[in-house]
Nanobody
């Protein structure tokens, strides 16, 4: 089992930056591909970004590409997401998720482990 705990959420003005962290405990963190998803009120959970085991390959949704950067530090069992040039439409609960494989996908149903989420609110 892997436990995931997100942190770093909060209130930020449009155009500002925020850095989310996801700390993993339990089984070997470096076994897993990791992803970030988000869910706004009244909307379905959507893919934001994902990173492979080695960190050499990443994937982003079109809505955040060029603004958000996912990274990981396997020595610290932590995955990060740097959020720059945030927009009001980025407001959502952000979830960290992990797979039982090193391949990344955009489908939340393929992720086995989930954190409790951290709220990000962008004011205009």
């Amino acid at each position: 089992q892997v436990q995931l705990v997100e942190s770093g959420g909060g209130l930020v003005q449009a155009g500002g930056s925020l850095r989310l962290s996801c700390a993993a405990t339990g089984r070997t963190f470096s076994t897993y591909a990791m992803g970030w998803f988000r869910q706004a009120p009244g909307k379905e959970r959507e893919f934001v970004a994902a990173i492979t085991l080695s960190g050499s390959s990443t994937s982003y949704s079109d809505s955040v590409k060029g603004r958000f950067t996912i990274s990981r530090d396997n020595a610290k069992n932590t995955v990060y997401m740097q959020m720059n040039s945030v927009k009001p439409e980025d407001t959502a609960v952000y979830y960290c998720a992990g797979r039982d494989t090193y391949f990344i996908t955009r489908d939340p149903n393929t992720y086995v482990y989930w954190g409790q989420g951290t709220q990000v609110t962008v004011s205009s």
